[in-house]
């Protein structure tokens, strides 16, 4: 895995139908690792994003505003172990991560979080609120050449202060690579089983499905799609 942390990269993601995910796994199961650990490679996770009292970092992702920011911190369940990650897109469609361990409470800062995000951001930690919470499943791949990494999210969670969803029978699938010209061949089975790259982010959609009072007109037929995805009959907002 120190191989291929990918901290600045590009990221090709895919969404679809959890029933779909089985024919893709079975077409690449000889090229790819799976990561384990305590013979377990189904990882939850928990995820706590922050935002401006205004909602910056989500207004600037739906107005497509290039070169902007997500700040969450993320526990692996299973080690416990936590990170104050910074997301930066930049105007070249690559994402640059930085992070660092945290042991703080998940909605607040310690001092040295405070000087991270001050550093790394355009914003203030004072700034900054809960905003969402997500938990997930995941399941990682490494192709065999360490020149990718893979991952499978699946029982998706969203949570708020109003509002709980659950978008179970979803798969977000997130190709991440140094953006050279390896030919992927988790993306090859994909367009196999026609299933098309599309833009996705867990920050937005959940945000958008769980506070009523955001703009939120550029995600609306992205909202509607994931409803015919995931074969609810129920409106998500």
């Not at 990918?6 to 790819?32: C, G, P």
């Not at 004072?126 to 991952?151: D, P």
């Not at 190709?175 to 061949?185: Q, T």
Request: net charge positive; with cysteine.
């Amino acid at each position: 895995m120190d191989k291929v942390k990918l901290m600045n990269r590009t990221d090709h993601k895919y969404w679809f139908s959890l029933t779909e995910l089985s024919a893709v796994l079975e077409s690449i199961n000889k090229q790819y690792y799976i990561l384990q650990i305590d013979g377990k490679d189904h990882m939850p996770y928990s995820t706590t994003y922050f935002d401006t009292i205004k909602d910056e970092m989500f207004i600037a992702h739906h107005n497509g505003k290039l070169n902007r920011y997500k700040i969450r911190k993320r526990k692996y369940l299973i080690s416990g172990i936590g990170f104050l990650e910074i997301k930066f897109k930049n105007n070249k469609g690559r994402t640059i991560k930085k992070r660092i361990r945290t042991d703080g409470p998940s909605d607040q800062f310690t001092e040295k979080e405070i000087q991270f995000i001050q550093t790394n951001t355009p914003y203030s930690a004072e700034e900054l609120q809960l905003s969402l919470l997500n938990n997930f499943t995941r399941l990682t791949l490494v192709n065999k050449n360490f020149k990718e990494r893979c991952t499978i999210d699946i029982d998706l969670k969203y949570k708020n202060e109003n509002k709980d969803v659950n978008l179970g029978n979803l798969v977000i699938v997130e190709v991440k690579s140094e953006g050279n010209s390896n030919i992927s061949a988790l993306e090859l089975a994909l367009r196999d089983n026609r299933l098309k790259a599309a833009g996705f982010s867990k920050y937005c959609v959940g945000r958008t499905i769980t506070d009523s009072g955001l703009k939120r007109n550029e995600f609306k037929r992205k909202i509607r799609r994931i409803e015919k995805v995931i074969n609810t009959k129920d409106k998500l907002y």
